[in-house]
Each structure stands twice: as structure tokens, then as C-alpha cells.
């Protein structure tokens, strides 16, 4: 057990006996491997049915609207619940809005603010090990080690986070009332990177990315994409590139085309155009 998942059960048991909440929503263990599940707990003897960890994957703002939603009856008498939420970073953004579109109280709800480190995509496990059945999984610091129908496995935590941890600018939750302490994972600082790249094939200039986040989307066949890169695919790229002056050129211009793409004229024609042909199709 995590010394975060210990604060967590101990902080909730504190809310409940205190009796500041009427209920939490948390995660719990799968019956899936990789996979946690939420979990309402009403009790503080129940804390210890929580985990944390990259598994908990399950934004648990979607069932907020539900624990509110009024009586059909509007004579009948409706006392809304005191609810906690365990939230991460994205989780806690999602509260913040549906409080901003008054579908919830704030006053009413208790954000227990988690720091994260990225979430397990379970399909990229699942592609990893090559059809082979997962049988069970136990993550063990930057290592998952996966028991599978065709023997044991150790997978990189890192090579199986979901895209979106990639790019993820708020580990930690906001606007928490509850702070659970610990290490988050380093917020990404991704503002200018693609900015590089458009700026880089608009000057008709050959890139080299990685995999990660939309850098792949954005630069297409303008570039050489590394998947799964490191210093030596890079350095060996670049040299490649460096030795290859016809590629260079023709990635260049390949680049300076792609680079009218992302042209706010251009974006613009398309959406005004996406809006014609969607009315011109209502009847």
C-alpha cells in the first residue's frame, strides 16, 4: 500500500466519523486487471475498501449529477447529500465545471484533492503482450510486472500511460478542500512545442519529434516521428538526416505545404464550411 492511499483512507475515515460528509466516491480494486472501479462508501469502516494508484483511471465526476439529481415529485422534500469526492487533477476540473453550470452545490460537495502520476491505458498493455491474456498485474515503481496466459512480463509504467498524461498540465486538484500529500507527476509544459513546429515548417525546415502527445498529428509526413524515443534513436536520426540533404529537402517541403493547414484562415474556412454542410443537410 502507497503511503498516499494510506493518507486517503485515513483522511475519509476522518470526514465520515466527523460526520462533515454523507458519502464518498473513491475507487476501489478491479475485478479487471489494470483496472480499479468506484466504489460509495457511507461508512468509515468501508475506507479500507479504497486504493490509489495509476489504475484509478475513472473520472468520478459523471456520478455527481446523479447523487444530486432532485426527486421527480417536486413535493416531495429534497435534502441534498454532503459528498466527498476523491479527485485528481483532471477529475477535480471536471467538478469545478459541472459547479460552474449549476448541476452541482458547491457547498455540498468536498473535492479530496489526490496527486497523480498518470494512468494506466489497459489497452496498451493489452497490445504490448501481443494477444496474450492478462491474468493479474502489480505495479512496482516505474515497473509493471503483468502475469499473463503466456508467461510473466515486465512492462515500463511509462510506455503504458494514457496519451492525455502526457500532456496533462494539472496533476494536482484544484480548488481541493482536502489535500491528500504526495508527489505528483511534473506538470508538462507543452505551450510552445507545437508552436516549434509549425514555425519549423513554415521555414521549410525537416523535424524530428517524438510520439508523444499531438506532435504526431501536427507534423504528418513532414518529419521523421521516433516512437519511443531515447538519446540514441535521436542522436542516430540525426545523424541520418544530417547525411541525407535530399530528404532534408523534400521533408522541407513537404513541411512549408503542411504549415497552410494550421493558418488561422484556413481553420477557419474549415469550421465555416463544416457548419454548411451540416445545415445544409437539416431538413
Known sequence: MSQVETKLRE???????????????????????????PVFIRDAAEAERLVWGPTCANNLAVYL??????????????????VGIVAKGCDARSVIGLIKEHQLPRDKVVIIGVPCTGMIDARKAEDALDGARIISATEDGDIVRVETSAGEKT???????????????????????VVIEGVARPVADIRFE????????????????????????????????????????????IQRLHNDP??????????????????????????????????????
Do not use: W
Not at 449529477?65 to 454532503?82: C, D, G, H, I, S
Not at 508552436?195 to 506532435?215: C, H, N, R, Y
Not at 524515443?229 to 536520426?237: D, G, H, P, V, Y
Open 65 to 82: 449529477p446523479r447523487v444530486f439529481a432532485r426527486p421527480t415529485n417536486p413535493r416531495q422534500e429534497y435534502a441534498p447529500p454532503t
Open 246 to 283: 535530399g530528404e532534408r529537402q523534400e521533408l522541407g517541403k513537404i513541411g512549408k505545404k503542411r504549415s497552410e493547414m494550421f493558418k488561422p484562415e484556413h481553420i477557419a474556412k474549415q469550421v465555416i464550411d463544416r457548419y454548411y454542410h451540416v445545415l445544409k443537410n437539416v431538413k
Open 155 to 177: 512492462l515500463k509504467l511509462a510506455d503504458l500511460l494514457a496519451d492525455g498524461c502526457s500532456e496533462c498540465s494539472h496533476p494536482s486538484a484544484p480548488e481541493a478542500d
Open 11 to 37: 483522511a475519509i475515515k476522518g470526514l465520515l466519523d466527523d460526520g462533515k460528509v454523507d458519502l464518498v466516491i473513491g475507487h476501489e480494486a478491479g475485478s479487471l486487471p489494470l483496472r480499479s472501479r
Open 194 to 237: 507545437r508552436v516549434a513546429a509549425f514555425e519549423a515548417m513554415a521555414a521549410e525546415k525537416p523535424i524530428i519529434t517524438s510520439d508523444s502527445g499531438a506532435l504526431p498529428e501536427v507534423v504528418g509526413d513532414a518529419g521523421v516521428v521516433i516512437e519511443d524515443i531515447n538519446a540514441n534513436k535521436l542522436k542516430s536520426e
